[in-house]
T-cell receptor, first 114, second 113 residues
Framework: DAEITQSPRHKITETGRQVTLACHQT?????MFWYRQDLGHGLRLIHY???????NKGEVSDGYSVSRSNTEDLPLTLESAASSQTSVYFC?????????????FGPGTRLTVL | DQQVKQNSPSLSVQEGRISILNCDYT??????FLWYKKYPAEGPTFLIS?????DKNEDGRFTVFLNKSAKHLSLHIVPSQPGDSAVYFC????????????FGTGTRLTIIP
């Protein structure tokens, strides 16, 4: 079955370190998204991509970067981790014009920055 | 500026009764709305959606109502079951083909047996 996976599921790091969170989907979807979930804020869009070599900033992109070298993967990099980036991160994918018209989410990565 | 608002952080409902979750939005460009359900330690899963050309969409125990003039939508679950206990997120999208979603802050629904 097609799926979307994230790794690691849990990560503890120190302030100032570079961290990369992996997202891999086997749906062959063109669209991929990264969100963070924080209490009182719901899910907020960090970066998104509509295809290989395409990346776009979301509403909370500062301190994060992504790259899309193939259809299946959209890794999220925290350039220099900060305590404010402690959060749960979700990756999602979708395909335009599909039925049902929705995004499919991975299981999440809980990141703690000490 | 919160464009999608879920003003009730939590809701408790007796098993078998109706659960009504509410969502308000401010952006008049939103034309497609979705509800997601999220269990702890899992990603959100799609529940039901509605296009702005409709005012109601039903799928089994779940019905979504859209009032465009009031910029309000609601999710009705009837009858409510213990497995419905989860956090529910409302989401909205502007312009068909623009795939970005804007999410509300979520409502934690607890079904009391």
């Amino acid at each position: 079955d097609a799926e979307i996976t994230q790794s690691p599921r849990h990560k503890i790091t120190e302030t100032g370190r570079q961290v990369t969170l992996a997202c891999h989907q086997t749906w062959n979807h063109n669209n991929m998204f990264w969100y963070r979930q924080d209490l009182g804020h719901g899910l907020r869009l960090i970066h998104y991509s509509y295809g290989v070599q395409d990346t776009n900033k979301g509403e909370v992109s500062d301190g994060y970067s992504v790259s899309r070298s193939n259809t299946e993967d959209l890794p999220l990099t925290l350039e220099s981790a900060a305590s404010s980036q402690t959060s749960v991160y979700f990756c999602a994918s979708s395909e335009s014009w599909q039925d049902p018209d929705t995004q499919y989410f991975g299981p999440g990565t809980r990141l703690t920055v000490l | 500026d919160q464009q999608v608002k879920q003003n009730s952080p939590s809701l408790s409902v007796q098993e078998g009764r109706i659960s009504i979750l509410n969502c308000d939005y401010t952006n008049s460009m939103f034309d497609y709305f979705l509800w997601y359900k999220k269990y702890p330690a899992e990603g959100p899963t799609f529940l039901i959606s509605i296009s702005s050309i409709k005012d109601k969409n039903e799928d089994g125990r779940f019905t979504v109502f859209l009032n465009k003039s009031a910029k309000h939508l609601s999710l009705h679950i009837v009858p409510s079951q213990p497995g419905d206990s989860a956090v529910y997120f409302c989401a909205a999208r502007a312009n068909f083909g623009n795939e970005k979603l804007t999410f509300g802050t979520g409502t934690r629904l607890t079904i009391i047996p």
